[in-house]
């Protein structure tokens, strides 16, 4: 093979499976986190929100109309919000069947099915999703978190767990609460220069939006000593930009054709 392209100090790029290995199996099931551990992806990057009854569940948009069958199964309870079902309720759904019929009988998980699932094998990415939508999101993930020490004891895990969110609010009220656990603004663009230099002073990463990412605002996260791990990088065009760029990660659809560029297959 090539040589295997580097990034900051030489050190590998971590790759984030993107709602698992969501390019090749349906987004945020086991499916398709079992996928993105056996393609030896560093994390997975995954999205959690409340259901009526406040569990946490696995599901990246605020309606069940995409990724389930809720609209056939539930035909008379439109717009299907995610925060309207019950957990049972969201039980009887399929969340696989709409991506391939082999991926039928796929479930919504909750937060703590995914971290049986996980295990040891592979760090987590976790988006407090859409928090305006979910009130009390933070709160949950927090006492939800606090029971499960295997989780948050620093240092433990290989790949530990990252919380993110677009909403420096949530991020802050994880960071009050669980300050040994990583935080991650997720964003279109790199903050401002002094709204950054306050960021850099208590979370970990930013993760931009690949698409608007210039490279003066990468050199200003990585100056700022913060970790860059952009979203979604999705070709091998983009790939090499994005190592040039000096990332310490990429979220992607396809971790095991990034892996295979990383390390020059
Ligand atoms: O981690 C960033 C990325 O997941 C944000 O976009 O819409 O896929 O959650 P989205
Ligand atoms: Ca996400």
């Known amino acids: 093979g090539s040589t295997p392209p580097a990034s900051r100090g030489g050190r590998r790029a971590a790759t984030y499976a993107h709602r698992g290995s969501s390019g090749m ?53 439109p717009p299907w919000n995610v925060h309207d079902f019950t957990l049972a309720e969201l ?30 094998r592979v760090g987590l990415n976790l988006e407090l999703k859409s928090p305006a939508v979910n009130p009390g999101l933070a709160r949950a993930v927090v006492a939800r978190l606090r029971r499960r020490r295997d989780w948050l004891t620093p240092g433990a895990r290989p790949r530990p767990l990252i919380v993110g969110s677009f909403d420096e609010q949530a991020l802050q ?8 656990v990583p935080v991650s603004l997720i964003t279109y663009d790199v903050p401002a220069g002094g709204r950054l230099t306050d960021l850099a002073g208590w979370i970990f990463s930013v993760n931009p939006d690949i698409r608007r990412l210039r490279p003066e605002d990468a050199a200003r996260v990585v100056e700022a000593g913060l970790a860059l791990v952009p979203w979604t990088v999705d070709s091998p065009e983009l790939w090499r930009w994005a190592l040039d760029l000096g990332v310490d990660g990429m979220i992607t659809n396809y971790p095991s054709a990034l892996n295979d560029l990383l390390d020059g297959r």
């Open 91 to 120: 039980r009887k759904l399929d969340a696989g069947g709409w991506y391939a019929a082999e991926f039928t009988g796929q479930r919504i998980l909750t937060l703590d099915e995914l971290l049986d699932l996980l295990g040891d």
């Open 25 to 77: 199996a349906p987004e945020n099931t086991a499916a398709a986190f079992e996928l993105a551990i056996a393609e030896g992806a560093d994390y997975v990057e995954t999205d959690v929100q409340l259901s009526a009854d406040g569990e946490l569940v696995i599901i990246h948009d605020v309606t069940l109309a995409r990724t389930t069958d809720a609209q056939r199964v539930f035909a008379d309870r």
């Open 173 to 180: 009220d994880v960071h009050t609460q669980l300050p040994d």
